[in-house]
């Protein structure tokens, strides 16, 4: 006797070839990301081809107004810190002095701002050592910005060496955020520190043991290697002593204060970043090519240090930050108009990323105005699409 009634399964037309079709774009966005490993075949085929070190175009400045604009002063940067940490420590005592209550949470969020995100832009001037004038200033602004940001401040020293030297080169290139295909979840989470605050203390516990990963052994060289173990040891210690105090004191409050911020204020550092690259040619010779100037308001500008003018930094890395607009100004006749706003920037990323998780061979390239110099392409490998160079070196 039948109890129930069953329809039989139909297969949907296609749906094979869809289930087939979803399997090689798998693969083939796997293989796509491998290509960025430093420790891949892609980094010699990079080599090999001429895309490393290679002759980048620079806009024409001449070179009495170059010394001018490479000129640096203690008085801007000064000023500038002393604003940035006066701002952390009025909301941390804010925070402190509500704590407790939901009061506090407007202040820590302010604090945690300042803290996990725009410590990256110090971390950066102060690594590029064009900050102050004074080096010992500068030298103590980056240790303090890279324990803030959670980043090694010797690996991390060379590894944005190797992102201006071989900016968005597919296997020599240690710091491009935004692949092809972009790893969305990653982004999403990375907001609040998901990814990278669990990688950081990862790798403090491989450089405390005495080892680097095979991507930094690739660009820091064996005499700096020392001082990366010794500020891990000293990095992990302190943040010991941090968890120990909130355990002791049975209160969140230490580590609101330290640590903590790299998580929960981290919002801004990669609201700004993704607007430098993403969506950007790759193997090109040309940072027109592969980077943005965005146009931003005073106060974003103060918290930014000026990096929203990413084409320029990246022609002229010592320019200082105080400096980057007068060198728009030189400049602007040869690159593509400023995007007007940071909207107006994610309105072109967001469908650039979502369209290259199916097509990794598209990129944003943007009209350059009347009597720029045209977009330097000394060979068809630099097109921007970033075709495979280990097959196209072998053959």
């Given at each position: ?152 401040p010797t690996t991390w020293r060379w590894s944005h ?118 969506g950007m040619g790759e193997n090109v010779l040309d ?64 469908p650039a990323v979502w369209r290259q998780l199916r ?37």
């Open positions: 006797m039948r109890l129930f009634w069953s329809a039989p399964v139909r297969v949907r037309p296609g749906r094979r070839a869809v289930e087939l079709d979803a399997e090689r774009w798998t693969v083939v966005n796997k293989e796509r990301l491998e290509r960025y490993s430093l420790a891949g075949p892609e980094n010699q085929a990079a080599v090999s081809a001429g895309l490393t070190s290679g002759d980048w175009f620079r806009s024409a400045v001449p070179r009495k107004r170059m010394k001018e604009l490479m000129r640096r002063s203690d008085h801007p940067a000064i000023r500038d810190t002393i604003i940035w940490l006066g701002l952390m420590a009025l909301f941390a005592g804010l925070g402190i002095a509500f704590w407790g209550s939901w009061w506090a949470v407007p202040f820590f969020l302010a604090y945690g701002l300042l803290y996990g995100s725009t410590s990256d832009s110090r971390w950066h001037e102060a690594g590029h050592g064009t900050a102050f004038k004074t080096r010992w200033i500068d030298q103590g602004l980056y240790q303090l910005a890279s324990f803030m940001i959670m980043r090694d060496t190797r992102h201006h030297t071989d900016t968005l080169i597919l296997g020599r290139d240690p710091e491009i955020a935004v692949m092809r295909p972009a790893r969305l979840a990653k982004l999403i989470v990375n907001f609040v520190g998901l990814i990278d605050v669990p990688t950081a203390f990862g790798l403090m516990f491989r450089h405390a043991a005495g080892r680097l990963t095979a991507d930094e052994a690739d660009y820091v060289p064996a005499s700096e290697r020392h001082k990366v173990y010794r500020t891990a040891r000293i990095d992990l210690a302190i943040y010991a002593v941090t968890i120990g105090l909130a355990i002791g004191f049975r209160s969140w409050l230490p580590v609101v204060l330290i640590g903590g911020p790299r998580l929960y204020g981290a919002l801004l550092l990669y609201f700004y970043s993704f607007t430098q690259h993403a940072y027109r090519l592969n980077t943005r100037t965005v146009k931003m308001g005073r106060i974003n500008r103060f918290l930014y240090w000026n990096m929203n003018y990413h084409v320029e930094h990246h022609m002229f890395p010592m320019v200082p930050y105080y400096r980057l607009p007068e060198l728009h100004e030189q400049v602007k006749g040869d690159l593509a108009a400023a995007y007007p706003s940071i909207w107006a920037a994610y309105k072109e990323i967001i097509d990794q061979e598209y990129y944003v390239r943007r009209e350059l105005p009347p009597g720029a110099p045209p977009y330097h392409q000394p060979a068809p490998i630099t097109d921007g699409r970033a075709m495979p160079l280990a097959t196209a070196t072998a053959a």
